[in-house]
């Protein structure tokens, strides 16, 4: 597992090891809300406020930075209207093969398996098939 | 290599397991418009218009390999035309889960005595308020928190601070999952030796640090300078992570991890001519297993004989 602990992180999902590569259920793991807006703890454990913390983004293949976070979770996970429904379902899990960048202002360690952050200087690895 | 479509915003990893070198950002700036990545800070990302990265205060001058990327197009949509990044593996694309790391640091490792270690993407240190990468190299520590495992420089170290050598233990590596002493390492390793002259610094103790090709990617752990790893067909040592393109020096071995790398005859590689070497199971001295008498084995890695039976009780 990777410990994200700095505010800042930018990094590959997916790592060559002994086991698959299987995508994250993003609203599974951080939380998020019932239909009568009720918070549902994740698998992480962390509290709605600690959750809230979060933010988890992507460049989607049309090349439109997109987030991740608690309250795309409130405003649409739920939301009557199926398009609107859509805005957050189009990034709610963290997929192998795919770069994220992520905000991180708790004190809490985040622990993402098979996350690989990256910063300038350091060669962390090379992609392969 | 990446052929880079006409859309707005592009995240990637500069490198592939066939070749990587850096690549000029001032070279792409009639295509990129800025380009982000994350400051080894670990609270900040570099930001640096292509257009002025040949300038002597860049913080961002290249693609680097072994590093990950944002940037966005410049000029208008219209003007945009597809363009080529070499080495480039782009992380926004559909259909993509086949597309993984080969780390060429672990993701976590046990020391015996010590705990088990985890890669984060920077130092939380209580003591120290800190939140970094140390010495540009990863950083690791225990789900507690009460260890940490850092670079000073010249060896991974295992304290309760990084930073602070009080109680601490070296390993005397470049990787953080050597051993430390009689410490042992959770990681595989193998032993590497033979090679002699100008060859010789490629002998010694690897450990895994990844996987390629559905087998394990060993690292020299004195220097980092070597790789040890399957090709898919033959088990290849290589001054180049991980691969033997691009003018590498290597060496080829057999379709066993354990074996022989032979280029005796001058001609199955680069930079080692004339030179054989042994690759045996780092976990143990092979020698620790003959007999007085003779130089056979009583174990192997396959088949372990009993050598006291209940008779002889």
């Not at chain 2, 490198?15 to 000029?24: A, F, H, K, Q």
Request: charged share 15%; net charge negative; aromatic share 12%.
């Amino acid at each position: 597992m990777a410990l994200i602990t700095t505010s800042k992180s930018l990094g590959w999902y997916g790592v060559h090891g002994s086991d698959d590569c299987e995508p994250m259920s993003l609203h599974e793991h951080f939380g998020t809300y019932n239909s009568s807006g009720s918070f549902q703890i994740g698998k992480s454990g962390l509290s709605e406020t600690e959750a809230k913390l979060i933010s988890i983004w992507t460049m989607l293949p049309t090349g439109s930075a997109w987030p991740w976070n608690l309250n795309m979770e409130q405003k649409y996970r739920n939301h009557p209207i199926s398009s609107l429904r859509e805005l957050v379902k189009q990034h709610d899990e963290m997929k192998c093969g795919q770069m994220y960048w992520i905000t991180w202002t708790g004190n809490k360690d985040l622990n993402i398996p098979g996350f690989v952050p990256t910063a300038l200087g350091v060669d962390m690895g090379r992609i392969s098939d | 290599m990446a052929n880079i479509n006409k859309i707005n915003g592009i995240s990637g990893f500069q490198g592939t397991d066939v070749s990587c070198e850096n690549v000029s950002l001032y070279g792409l700036r009639n295509y990129i418009d800025k380009v982000f990545a994350t400051s080894t800070s670990g609270s900040s990302y570099s930001v640096q218009p292509a257009s002025s990265s040949n300038s002597p205060f860049a913080t961002i001058k290249n693609f680097e390999c072994g590093n990950g990327y944002i940037f966005f197009r410049s000029g208008a949509e219209s003007s945009w035309s597809v363009f080529n990044i070499p080495h480039f593996e782009q992380g926004n694309l559909e259909n993509n889960s086949n597309k993984l790391v080969t780390t060429l640091f672990p993701e976590h490792f046990t020391i015996e005595g010590k705990g088990e270690f985890h890669l984060t993407s920077g130092v939380n240190d209580p003591g120290s308020g800190s939140k970094a990468w140390y010495q540009t190299m990863p950083v690791y520590k225990t789900l507690d928190s009460s260890l940490k495992c850092w670079f000073n420089g010249s060896s991974y170290v295992i304290s309760s601070r990084v930073g602070n050598t009080s109680s601490s233990v070296l390993n005397n590596s470049f990787i953080p999952n050597a051993p430390y002493g009689d410490a042992k390492t959770s990681s595989a390793t193998v032993e590497i030796s033979g090679f002699t002259g100008g060859s010789a610094n490629a002998n010694g103790l690897y450990a895994e640090v990844g996987y390629v090709n559905g087998k394990i990617l060993y690292r020299h752990a004195k220097t980092g300078d070597f790789y040890y790893f399957f090709s898919g067909q033959t088990w290849v040592l290589t001054d180049t992570p991980i691969t033997v393109n691009g003018g590498a020096c290597y060496v080829n071995g057999g379709s066993d991890v354990n074996g022989k790398l032979d280029n005796s005859g001058g001609s199955n590689g680069n930079c080692f001519d004339g030179q054989t070497a042994n690759v045996s199971d780092g976990s143990m001295d092979p020698r620790s297993l003959a007999t007085e008498d003779e130089d056979s084995l009583m174990s192997t890695e396959d088949k372990l004989k009993v050598l006291i039976t209940e008779d002889d009780m």
